[in-house]
């Protein structure tokens, strides 16, 4: 069976860490990004860090950060995964702090609004460990907000990299979407809280267990 793999970005509590853990979430995430309701800085995000056990990965996101932030929080934090949501990290940034890292794609700006552009900028970021799809946004990302799914159809086998599929991601629209796209693992923010960085337990536990469902069903086709 192929097992989607499970991201969460935007805990501020270590308790809603601890349920994520316990439920099999593969990845934890955490925001440095002033500007989102759901920033931590670098001594909560330390506790939060302390919750993460081994096994399971703790991704930095970061929107158009400084490299000297960047850096503070690998040392500081240790993340195993960096994530770059904004519009400027280069591909030779993203390499530069020499760990692994996703790229973020933002769908649906002028300049992204077709496979083909889209399949172009991805390119560009031919060392990301993973190339993470959201929505196009203001606020660059955890909107909530779906965009065009099919958009990327089969770009997986097209540029050879994790495909992690994100933007609006919710119990009600997770099966189409994995149908449809087949991603390597999913990226999920607001289709899991209660409110604006609080994680809820039974969202979270609702989306594993549809996922695990669609997974095996999956498999036997
Ligand atoms: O979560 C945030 O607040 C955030 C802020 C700035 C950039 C990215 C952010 N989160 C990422 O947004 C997507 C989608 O979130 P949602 O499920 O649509 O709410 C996800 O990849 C998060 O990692």
């Given at each position: 069976m192929k097992r989607t793999r499970v991201k969460i970005c935007g805990f501020t509590e270590e308790n809603d860490i601890y349920e994520a853990v316990k439920i099999g979430i593969d990845a934890i995430g955490i925001v440095f990004?002033?500007?989102?309701?759901?920033f931590v800085d670098i001594n909560k995000a330390i506790k939060l860090r302390k919750e993460i056990p081994i096994f399971v990965n703790c991704v930095a996101l970061f929107v158009n950060a400084t490299k000297d932030f960047i850096m503070k929080v690998q040392d500081k934090?240790?993340?195993d995964i960096l994530q770059f949501h904004g519009d400027i990290e280069s591909q030779q940034f993203c390499e530069s702090f020499h760990q692994k890292f996703i790229r973020a794609i933002r769908i649906g700006s002028d300049h992204l609004n077709s496979t083909e552009q889209i399949y172009l900028e991805c390119k560009k970021?031919?060392?990301?460990s993973g190339i993470l799809f959201d929505s196009y946004t203001n606020n660059y990302g955890g909107s909530g907000k779906i965009f065009q799914h099919d958009l990327i159809k089969n770009l997986d086998k097209k540029i050879n990299c994790p495909i992690i599929l994100s933007g609006g991601i919710n119990h009600d629209n997770l099966e189409t979407a994995i149908k449809n796209i087949q991603p390597w693992a999913i990226d999920v923010s607001?289709?899991?809280?209660?409110?604006?960085g609080i994680k809820s337990k039974n969202k979270m536990k609702d989306l594993i267990s549809k996922l695990y469902h669609i997974d095996i069903n999956n498999s036997r086709l």
């Amino acid at each position: 069976m192929k097992r989607t793999r499970v991201k969460i970005c935007g805990f501020t509590e270590e308790n809603d860490i601890y349920e994520a853990v316990k439920i099999g979430i593969d990845a934890i995430g955490i925001v440095f990004y002033e500007k989102s309701k759901r920033f931590v800085d670098i001594n909560k995000a330390i506790k939060l860090r302390k919750e993460i056990p081994i096994f399971v990965n703790c991704v930095a996101l970061f929107v158009n950060a400084t490299k000297d932030f960047i850096m503070k929080v690998q040392d500081k934090v240790c993340p195993d995964i960096l994530q770059f949501h904004g519009d400027i990290e280069s591909q030779q940034f993203c390499e530069s702090f020499h760990q692994k890292f996703i790229r973020a794609i933002r769908i649906g700006s002028d300049h992204l609004n077709s496979t083909e552009q889209i399949y172009l900028e991805c390119k560009k970021y031919n060392n990301a460990s993973g190339i993470l799809f959201d929505s196009y946004t203001n606020n660059y990302g955890g909107s909530g907000k779906i965009f065009q799914h099919d958009l990327i159809k089969n770009l997986d086998k097209k540029i050879n990299c994790p495909i992690i599929l994100s933007g609006g991601i919710n119990h009600d629209n997770l099966e189409t979407a994995i149908k449809n796209i087949q991603p390597w693992a999913i990226d999920v923010s607001s289709g899991v809280e209660s409110s604006c960085g609080i994680k809820s337990k039974n969202k979270m536990k609702d989306l594993i267990s549809k996922l695990y469902h669609i997974d095996i069903n999956n498999s036997r086709l």
